[in-house]
C-alpha cells in the first residue's frame, strides 16, 4: 500500500507545476514587470541615455548652423539631454502593463533574471553606447523620408476625388 501512495505522491508532484511556480496571472506579471523596470532604471545610467539621445540633434545643428559655439552646443546637449531623460523615465516607469499584457510571467522573469545577471547587467550598460551607434543612421533615414512623406501626405489631403 505505502508504494502505491508513494507512486500516486511522486505522478502528483511530477504533473503539478512546483509549488514555488508563481501562478501566471495579470497581477503577477504586473508585479515582474515592475520589478524588471525598477531594476534597469537603476542600472541604466541617465546620463548616458541623454548624452545618446542628444548627439542627432547636436549633429543636426552642427549641419544647419556651422556658426554655432562650443558653449552652444554644451548648453543644447544639457537642455535635451535632460528632457530625454525625463521623457524616458516618464515613459518607461510607466511601461508595466504594457509588458504584463505583452508578454508571460515566464518572459518577464527571463527578462528580470537576463538584467539582474553579470552578463545582463553588462549589456545594459553598453545600452547607450549602442543608441550612439545607430540612432545617427534612424534620423538619417527619418529624415531622408520625411520630405517625400510630408509630400505625399500633403498630395492625398488637397486630392478632390
Known amino acids: 500500500m505505502f508504494d502505491r ?13 512546483a509549488a514555488h511556480a508563481q501562478e501566471d496571472t495579470q ?20 546620463e548616458s541615455m541623454a548624452e545618446a539621445a542628444a548627439g542627432p540633434v547636436v549633429r543636426q545643428i552642427r549641419l544647419t548652423d556651422p556658426t554655432v559655439t562650443e558653449d552652444q552646443i554644451r548648453r543644447i546637449e544639457l537642455l535635451v539631454g535632460a528632457e530625454m531623460a525625463a521623457i524616458n523615465q516618464e515613459i518607461v516607469a510607466t511601461t508595466a502593463p504594457d509588458l504584463a499584457a505583452i ?33 545617427p543612421r534612424v534620423m538619417e533615414a527619418m529624415n531622408a523620408r520625411y520630405n517625400a512623406m510630408n509630400a505625399g501626405i500633403i498630395d492625398i489631403l488637397n486630392d478632390d476625388e
Open 5 to 17: 501512495i508513494g507512486l500516486a505522491a511522486a505522478a502528483f508532484l511530477l504533473l503539478t507545476p
Open 27 to 46: 497581477a503577477a506579471r504586473l508585479a515582474m514587470a515592475q520589478e524588471y523596470i525598477d531594476m534597469t532604471l537603476g542600472e541604466m545610467s541617465g
Open 103 to 135: 508578454m508571460t510571467l515566464d518572459e518577464l522573469t527571463a527578462l528580470r533574471d537576463f538584467y539582474a545577471s553579470d552578463l545582463g547587467r553588462s549589456v545594459m550598460l553598453k545600452m547607450p553606447q549602442y543608441l550612439r551607434a545607430y540612432q
